[in-house]
């Protein structure tokens, strides 16, 4: 049974020795000794746990008559390993499972794009309709912004958006906006001769940071000053691409002025100013919009929250 993180699935490690028993698990995880993993490593070895319970590395527990094969959270980034040897584990999974003609079991609420797709040309997809504690399943609606864009709506908020956001208002209940992109535009183009501002070590294009003017690069941290004018041509026809959330904290500034906002990521979450220090806040001082990146959206309880929207396009 594999599963992202041990530290973070304590209650799922419970219910398994509440219903096996601790004397049939093994847990293999980071935080053990290398005395403790390697006990774990010999009861497995000997047969005497029956349950291996891990993180990524546990897939190579040398489980000697291997029945099934359970991937919790399959979407999650942690399986995939880049230190060296690199390895992914549901690819090793997948190789055991076929070896040993046993099933392979991937679960996941958002499972990850390419096994859904392995999975439903191989009639593989099981659903469950209902959730775990019977509660009722949001209701989802998909907004195309193309059809936004031909009624000349050329923000990022489509109108439905608004109106629930503006209902919401009304009502005092609370808002989150989540959105996969931080920074202001995802990148920065000159018009003239298609140059893009790129990092010079990583070869993607550099993110643009409104407040402090510069461009930066989300994955080594390399920064610059913002360009005006082209560094190939010396056309000053620089446009702005793409969308962060501090452009969509804008916007909504300018569309609801009188709405407080609070905006979460890796910019604004620094060591004053907590990821708990900002989600109590929009709590306790009912803020009426969050608006942030993927960090917003992990299982918190607020429950004023009546409206969430995601932006997980390109
Ligand atoms: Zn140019
Ligand atoms: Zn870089």
Redesign the pocket.
Known sequence: MLVPEISLTPQMVDRFIARFGEEKIALLHSKLSVGERYDEWKRIEKGEAKIVIGARSAIFAPVENIGIIIIDEEHDSSYKSDMTPKYNSKEIALYLAKQANIPLVLGSATPDISSYYNLSKDDGIITLSKRANNSSLPQVEVIDMKNELSVGNKSMISKRLHEMIESNLQNKKQTILFLNRRGFSTFVM?R??G?TVECPKCNITLTYHIRQDRLKCHYCGYERKNVTE?P??G?KNIRYFGAGTQKLEMQINEMFPNATTIRMDTDTVTKKNSYENILNKFKDENIDILIGTQMVVKGHHFPNVTLVRCNCSR
């Open positions: 000159c003239e001769c140059y082209c190939e041509c056309s």
